[in-house]
């Protein structure tokens, strides 16, 4: 007889079909989704998981940010939960599973539970939490942030998106701003399974990454200010171009971040010209620099040695800079007991695995702060993520969400 729980599996075709369902919502314009967070289109999809839980039998809870709390009750619905899930926001132009393959795959979990008549003593609760992605509104990991007390959530109910809109006001306006304190809840251990988004697991034909640690991140806004002037008759001695700041400034990244490798990581997504006219040289740039490292003394070395730059840039240019931190986490060390019960469980399930560092951050890397918590990695195709072409198998799908299932369960213990 196997032990409880030995040879549990999830209902791939069901995940998978879940996944297809919440990918026609926010479609994006080249197969992947444009669902960005505290949209309609994230009404939508937040409506759609919110049916799905109440059908799997699961008491829905929702904070002062938006996160969704779905409960399933344990034997003992005084223990601390077990906590499992992801985010259903996406990038404007992101694929169908960062993130969703987590909410879903804990929906899941407890689906599978369902069906087979499985009671856990603790409490289990699915979670979506709100703006992960950061894209619309910085910083990412936004709802998790201030979950754990890094964010203040006032001060996040204010940031803006490029068209001025707060926060907070279109977290209200799509009717999601729950009424619950945010940060209350007593975690008993949290899990998140992910697509890695990178190409490590599918280059060594591995089913499962077992993930130890989470890079550092930090993410400066920069703003550069010239003069606008002629592009045709403005000598070039007599220039003010932030434009061309901006350049030199993206170019210094990438060689800081080439100066630490092979961890080490630096670029430039968003940037922004003012006025962005053919023949009107740009008086102001506003661009954010991301730059990440498995090791604390890196970033904050890159980090240094970008602000030095800048200023040398910019005094050669003859144009004023700002530079404003709009998103920081230290490298983060997961729980070694949730780590090996994920290890333990892609060994169990008879997976391949190996150790891996999450390259992209997640809501797991500030709720690690407070609670034990620990991440499933599957491989994605070409490591390709925030893209829309990005793409998983249904079987690595499946194999995470085993693992994320036993991990879950053998958390939760199971009542024979
Ligand atoms: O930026 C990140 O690493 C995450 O995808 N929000
Ligand atoms: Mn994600
Ligand atoms: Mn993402």
């Given amino acids: 007889m196997a032990a409880p729980g030995e040879n549990l599996q999830i209902n791939s075709d069901r995940l998978w079909d879940s996944i297809m369902e919440m990918a026609k919502i926010g479609p994006g314009i080249a197969g992947g989704n444009n669902r960005q967070t505290v949209t309609d289109e994230d009404g939508e999809g937040r409506h759609l998981f919110k049916r799905w839980c109440e059908a799997a039998g699961l008491e829905m809870g929702l904070d002062e940010m938006g996160t969704m709390f779905a409960r399933r009750e344990g034997t003992d619905p005084e223990l601390p939960p077990v906590y499992v899930g992801s985010h259903l926001d996406t990038q404007p132009t992101g694929g169908k599973y960062d993130g969703v393959l987590g909410v879903l795959g804990g929906l899941e979990v407890v689906r599978s539970l369902n069906d087979l008549g499985i009671k856990t003593r603790h409490p289990i609760v699915v979670t979506n939490w709100t703006n992960e992605e950061g894209a619309r509104f910085a910083p990412a990991m936004m709802a998790s942030g201030v979950f754990a007390g890094v964010l203040d959530q006032a001060d996040v109910y204010g940031h803006v998106d490029k068209a001025g809109k707060k926060f907070g006001e279109e977290l209200e306006r799509i009717g999601w701003k729950g009424s619950e304190k945010v940060g209350e809840r007593k975690i008993h251990a949290f899990f998140e399974l992910h697509i890695e988004q990178g190409p490590i697991l599918e280059d060594e034909g591995i089913d499962i990454g077992v993930v130890t640690h989470g890079q550092g991140l930090k993410w400066l806004q920069v703003t550069l200010t010239g003069k606008e002037a002629h592009t045709g008759s403005t000598p070039m001695p007599k220039r003010r171009n932030a434009g061309l700041g901006m350049a030199r400034v993206i170019e210094l990244v990438h060689e800081i971040a080439m100066d630490y490798q092979p961890d080490a990581v630096g670029a430039v997504g968003h940037m922004e010209v003012y006025p962005n006219s053919r023949n009107i040289i740009a008086g102001r740039t506003v661009f954010t620099i991301d730059i990440r490292s498995p090791e604390k003394e890196v970033l904050d070395a890159m980090d240094g040695r970008i602000r030095e730059g800048i200023d040398t840039i910019c005094e050669a240019l003859d144009i004023k800079y700002q530079i404003e931190q709009v998103g920081h986490f230290d490298p983060v060390t997961f729980d070694k007991g949730c780590v090996k019960a994920v290890r333990d ?46 793409e998983i198998t249904k079987e690595w799908a499946a194999a995470g969400a085993d693992v994320l299932f036993h991990a879950v369960v053998e958390t939760a213990e199971i009542v024979a």
């Avoid at 951050?361 to 991440?375: K, L, S, Y």
């Fill in 345 to 390: 469980a892609a060994e169990r399930l008879g997976y391949t695995h190996r150790n891996i560092v999450s390259g992209a951050g997640h809501d797991a890397c500030w709720i690690n702060r407070v609670a034990p918590t620990a991440m499933v990695m599957c491989p994605c195709v070409d490591g390709l993520s925030h893209n829309e072409a990005e």
